[in-house]
Protein backbone atom coordinates (compact mmCIF):
# COMPACT_ATOMS: atom_id res chain seq x y z
CA UNK A 1 0.00 0.00 0.00
CA UNK A 2 1.40 3.62 -1.05
CA UNK A 3 1.10 6.21 1.03
CA UNK A 4 1.79 9.75 0.41
CA UNK A 5 3.68 12.44 2.44
CA UNK A 6 3.05 16.09 1.29
CA UNK A 7 5.45 18.96 2.80
CA UNK A 8 6.76 22.57 2.09
CA UNK A 9 3.64 24.71 1.77
CA UNK A 10 3.75 27.38 4.18
CA UNK A 11 3.20 31.38 4.04
CA UNK A 12 5.08 32.96 1.20
CA UNK A 13 4.66 36.45 -0.40
CA UNK A 14 3.25 37.58 -3.56
CA UNK A 15 5.95 37.09 -6.07
CA UNK A 16 7.92 34.39 -4.11
CA UNK A 17 8.47 30.24 -4.51
CA UNK A 18 7.62 27.36 -2.87
CA UNK A 19 9.04 24.30 -3.48
CA UNK A 20 6.18 21.11 -2.52
CA UNK A 21 7.49 17.31 -1.29
CA UNK A 22 5.45 13.83 -2.22
CA UNK A 23 7.31 11.64 -0.34
CA UNK A 24 6.33 8.19 -1.41
CA UNK A 25 6.52 4.76 1.41
CA UNK A 26 5.12 1.62 0.72
CA UNK A 27 6.25 0.83 -2.41
CA UNK A 28 8.28 2.36 -5.11
CA UNK A 29 6.34 5.44 -7.37
CA UNK A 30 7.92 3.62 -10.91
CA UNK A 31 5.18 3.08 -13.05
CA UNK A 32 2.56 5.41 -11.52
CA UNK A 33 1.20 9.03 -12.41
CA UNK A 34 1.42 11.37 -9.87
CA UNK A 35 -0.68 14.41 -10.15
CA UNK A 36 -0.72 17.47 -8.03
CA UNK A 37 -4.02 18.81 -7.14
CA UNK A 38 -5.10 21.68 -5.01
CA UNK A 39 -8.39 22.85 -3.05
CA UNK A 40 -9.18 26.34 -1.91
CA UNK A 41 -11.86 26.74 0.56
CA UNK A 42 -15.41 26.33 -0.88
CA UNK A 43 -13.87 25.32 -3.97
CA UNK A 44 -13.51 22.18 -5.89
CA UNK A 45 -10.42 20.08 -6.03
CA UNK A 46 -8.38 21.50 -9.03
CA UNK A 47 -5.77 18.80 -11.13
CA UNK A 48 -2.13 20.92 -11.68
CA UNK A 49 -0.10 18.52 -12.97
CA UNK A 50 0.75 15.25 -13.64
CA UNK A 51 3.94 13.01 -13.86
CA UNK A 52 4.45 9.66 -15.43
CA UNK A 53 7.33 8.45 -13.11
CA UNK A 54 8.73 5.98 -15.48
CA UNK A 55 9.10 7.91 -18.27
CA UNK A 56 9.74 11.17 -16.74
CA UNK A 57 7.15 13.15 -19.35
CA UNK A 58 4.77 16.06 -17.19
CA UNK A 59 1.77 17.49 -18.35
CA UNK A 60 0.28 20.66 -16.90
CA UNK A 61 -3.24 22.47 -16.89
CA UNK A 62 -3.17 25.61 -18.66
CA UNK A 63 -3.25 28.09 -16.19
CA UNK A 64 -0.48 27.03 -14.25
CA UNK A 65 1.95 26.65 -17.35
CA UNK A 66 5.47 28.42 -17.09
CA UNK A 67 4.77 29.04 -13.21
CA UNK A 68 4.30 25.33 -12.35
CA UNK A 69 7.09 22.27 -12.42
CA UNK A 70 6.58 19.24 -11.68
CA UNK A 71 9.49 16.65 -11.10
CA UNK A 72 10.12 13.66 -9.71
CA UNK A 73 13.37 11.90 -8.03
CA UNK A 74 12.97 8.11 -7.76
CA UNK A 75 16.15 7.50 -5.69
CA UNK A 76 14.32 9.48 -3.32
CA UNK A 77 11.10 8.38 -3.99
CA UNK A 78 9.68 12.02 -3.87
CA UNK A 79 7.88 14.34 -6.70
CA UNK A 80 8.02 17.49 -6.48
CA UNK A 81 5.95 20.56 -7.23
CA UNK A 82 8.12 23.99 -7.72
CA UNK A 83 5.67 27.28 -7.78
CA UNK A 84 7.05 30.46 -8.81
CA UNK A 85 5.97 33.89 -8.93
CA UNK A 86 3.26 32.74 -6.39
CA UNK A 87 -0.52 34.50 -6.38
CA UNK A 88 -3.03 35.38 -3.87
CA UNK A 89 -4.89 33.10 -6.04
CA UNK A 90 -2.80 29.87 -5.67
CA UNK A 91 -3.71 30.02 -1.76
CA UNK A 92 -5.04 26.68 -1.12
CA UNK A 93 -4.42 22.40 0.65
CA UNK A 94 -2.33 21.56 -2.21
CA UNK A 95 -2.25 17.11 -2.50
CA UNK A 96 -0.35 14.84 -4.51
CA UNK A 97 -2.09 11.57 -5.96
CA UNK A 98 -1.33 8.62 -7.25
CA UNK A 99 -2.38 5.79 -9.70
CA UNK A 100 -0.94 3.18 -11.68
CA UNK A 101 -0.17 4.28 -14.87
CA UNK A 102 2.09 1.51 -16.44
CA UNK A 103 1.76 3.21 -20.07
CA UNK A 104 2.66 6.57 -19.14
CA UNK A 105 -0.49 8.23 -19.31
CA UNK A 106 0.19 10.54 -16.87
CA UNK A 107 2.61 12.57 -18.70
CA UNK A 108 0.27 13.14 -21.74
CA UNK A 109 -2.84 14.19 -20.18
CA UNK A 110 -3.95 15.19 -16.43
CA UNK A 111 -7.38 13.31 -15.53
CA UNK A 112 -9.26 15.86 -13.10
CA UNK A 113 -11.46 12.72 -12.06
CA UNK A 114 -10.02 12.53 -8.00
CA UNK A 115 -11.82 8.94 -7.92
CA UNK A 116 -9.26 7.25 -10.13
CA UNK A 117 -6.59 8.28 -7.85
CA UNK A 118 -6.50 5.58 -5.23
CA UNK A 119 -3.46 6.72 -3.02
CA UNK A 120 -3.77 10.58 -1.41
CA UNK A 121 -1.79 12.28 0.81
CA UNK A 122 -2.65 15.02 3.54
CA UNK A 123 -2.24 18.19 2.05
CA UNK A 124 0.04 20.92 2.80
CA UNK A 125 -1.46 24.64 3.23
CA UNK A 126 -0.01 27.09 0.62
CA UNK A 127 -0.99 30.68 2.11
CA UNK A 128 -0.07 33.55 -0.19
CA UNK A 129 0.37 37.38 1.25
CA UNK A 130 -0.65 40.37 -0.73
Known amino acids: QVQLVESGGGLVQSGGSLRLSCVASGGTLDYFAIAWFRQAPEKGREALASISTHLGQTYYRDSVKGRFTIASDKAKNTVYLQIDNLKPEDAAVYYC??????WGAGGYTLDPNIGLYPFWGQGTQVTVSA
Open 97 to 102: AARADE
